[in-house]
């Protein structure tokens, strides 16, 4: 057998932390009893006579493990910015002062204001005096999650970027985690540093359109005309769409009574050609922005600096809850310090009169010119969905370029900073409704700025027990170092065989720094500690939570607790490496620490 393995930084706690991702995309994170544990046991009861209070005979410390839920909830409204200078360089040296910030065009009160370099904060390896200790494992960093929309992507589109993504894959570095999604669901890698999956998943793509590839309609409708023909009643729209569907459908306009049976035959198909390019339409465009949600909400799991790639042609959202859809995107993006780029893969495109050679053009001159300009509207508002993606959570965003190979090489770059303004909105009405949001500088200087162009009010009010979780639960899921409270980390392994091993994990919390409330005589407050272990490529794999309510009387914290108070959980493993995390909160102060760590169990 061998002897334990002591890390120099670590933590602990118990009830095994289960994620579940179901098909709706939501995720649930389930606390259930599971892990072994062991913690400080509080000094011995003793027997009080019967007319003592029942507060002195309670229990100095106290622990117990509860099922939690997380939901996501927002304090503040958050607004990345990235500034630029004439050159494209991000600029980092700019100060609260130099930002106004504007909320529906009232001015706004700046209360959180952040410089971010991404790519500072990665864990650390756990130093340790053994001399037999494990070698330094290697600690994933960042995670890029690469989104091929094969549901508008054409072929010819998307072998490019599929090439040219193949090309951007190869130059990743060994601290860095890909994976592979595409908004149709039926290509799927989770986050990893083997480049043969990585190629074997690249290959798989190919265009899955909802509608399926067939003959088109006659006459054949676009979603944009679509829209305008159905929901905002466009006459012009209409019309052209009927000259279309008179040459299509050869339609005879010899004389006035079958030019008026014609007029109506080809309304009738233009109108069930609407309905049916619209139907088809909004639903790519649902399943799109659903699987983007989904994508953030996974990458937001990975324990490192996180970034999404969205490969795309756009995509129209016309309708006010696809645009709350894509708004909700960026704020759980902006919620989780996930930022997403994206590329156009159209390249630099233009636009072809009457569509591409396998479609039948319009008949008529004037109808070609008309039909022109709907479809340069279109393209330009396909365009938005990537643009708002990308500005609103910090990205970059590609376009009009047909050189992928850097455009792949922008797009998964950082900017190397960013700022994050937040702020609360001042007599904010609960009523879901859409805010516009505008950022600018006091002095532009030369400065490009890019930022999220609004928001949706919540339809009700936090909840701050809600909150605390949800803060808990951010803090798990990344790699920021905290240390508002004393506490120290400690890990061991302990190999029972070749193929199983026990680790411990230790947390050693100061209790007489901590701040405390009298209650009857006592010292109290309570400490929420949770602990979780990643693999070698950031994938969660066991989590736990232990609640600690202490009521020490004045002795006790006074004499009794310089050693502070240790907990400590076991958890078993496989031999490989693992990323450390560690959480501790405190419920009167609202002061938390957090601590990372990384062990290789040989």
């Known amino acids: 057998m061998k002897v334990p393995q002591c890390g120099s930084k670590h933590f602990c706690s118990n009830s095994v932390l289960a994620l579940r991702v179901v098909r709706s995309g939501l995720l649930l994170f389930a606390l259930a009893a599971g892990a072994q544990s062991e913690s400080a046991q509080p000094a011995p009861s003793q027997t009080t006579p019967a007319t003592q209070s029942p507060d002195q005979t309670a229990a100095e410390i106290t622990s117990h493990e509860e099922a939690t839920t997380f939901k996501v909830n927002v304090k503040l409204v958050s607004v990345r910015v990235v500034v630029r200078d004439s050159q494209g ?60 929309d094969d549901i508008h992507l054409t072929f010819g589109d998307l072998v490019q970027a599929r090439t040219a993504a193949e090309h951007h894959l190869a130059t990743l570095e060994p601290t860095d985690r890909a994976a592979i999604f595409s908004t149709s669901g039926q290509t799927m890698l989770d986050f990893t540093d083997d480049r043969g999956k990585l190629h074997d998943a690249l290959l798989h793509l190919q265009p899955r359109p909802i509608a399926g590839a067939g003959i088109a309609d006659c006459p054949d409708i676009s979603y944009y005309m679509a829209d305008l023909i159905k929901n905002k009643s466009d006459t012009q729209a209409l019309q052209a769409a009927v ?4 040459g299509c459908l050869d339609l005879a306009m010899t004389t006035p009574q079958l030019q008026q049976a014609a ?12 309905a049916r390019a619209l139907a088809t339409g909004e639903q790519e465009s649902r399943v799109s922005l659903s699987v983007l949600k989904d994508v953030v909400r996974r990458i937001s799991l990975m324990p490192g600096q996180r970034s999404m790639v969205v490969v795309s042609p756009g995509f129209l959202t016309p309708e006010t809850d696809m645009l709350k859809d894509y708004t909700d995107v960026i704020d759980r993006a902006l919620h989780s310090e996930v930022m997403i780029s994206t590329l156009d893969a159209r390249g630099l495109y233009t636009i072809t009169p009457g569509g591409d050679i396998s479609k039948r053009g319009p008949t008529n001159g004037v109808t070609a010119s008309i039909e022109l300009q709907y479809q ?129 994990v230790m947390a050693h919390v100061d209790a007489k720094h901590i701040h405390y409330r009298k209650v009857d005589g006592r010292n109290t407050d309570e400490l929420t500690v949770v602990s979780a272990i990643f693999n070698r490529n950031g994938v969660f794999i066991q989590g736990t939570q232990k609640n600690l309510t202490m009521r020490w009387k ?49």
């Open 89 to 148: 360089h991000a600029v980092g040296n700019l100060q609260k002062e130099d930002f106004q910030l504007f909320d529906n065009r009232k001015p706004q009160v700046i209360t959180h204001f952040s410089v971010e370099q991404p790519g500072t904060k990665v864990a650390h390896e756990q130093k340790t005096s053994d001399e037999n200790a494990a070698e330094k494992p290697s600690v994933p960093e960042r995670y890029i999650a690469f989104v091929f």
């Open 243 to 246: 000259q279309d569907a008179l």
């Open 263 to 274: 007029l109506q035959q080809a309304e009738a198909g233009v109108m069930a050609a609407s």
């Open 376 to 504: 340069t509207a279109s393209a330009l508002a396909e365009e938005d969905v990537l643009s708002d993606l990308a500005y609103g959570t910090g990205g970059t965003f590609f376009h009009n370029n047909n050189d992928l190979d850097a455009g792949f090489k922008s797009v998964a770059a950082t900017p190397e900073y960013f700022y994050t303004l937040g702020f609360a909105p001042q007599n904010l009405k609960l009523d879901g409704s859409y805010h516009s949001l505008k950022v600018s500088l006091k002095n532009p200087a030369k400065l490009t700025l890019q930022a999220r162009r609004g928001y949706y009010a919540p339809k009700h009010a936090a909840d701050p027990a809600e909150e605390a979780k949800q803060e808990i639960e951010d803090a798990v899921f990344s790699q920021e170092e905290l240390h508002d409270l004393p506490v120290e980390l400690h890990t061991q392994f302990f190999k029972a065989s070749d193929e199983d091993a026990k680790l411990s």
């Open 554 to 602: 004045d002795e006790t914290l006074e004499n009794k607790l310089g050693s502070g108070i240790t907990i400590k959980t076991s958890f078993d493993v496989k031999p490989g490496s693992y990323l450390v995390r560690l959480v501790v909160r405190d419920k009167e102060g609202q002061l938390m620490s957090a601590e990372n760590g990384a062990i290789e169990i040989p």
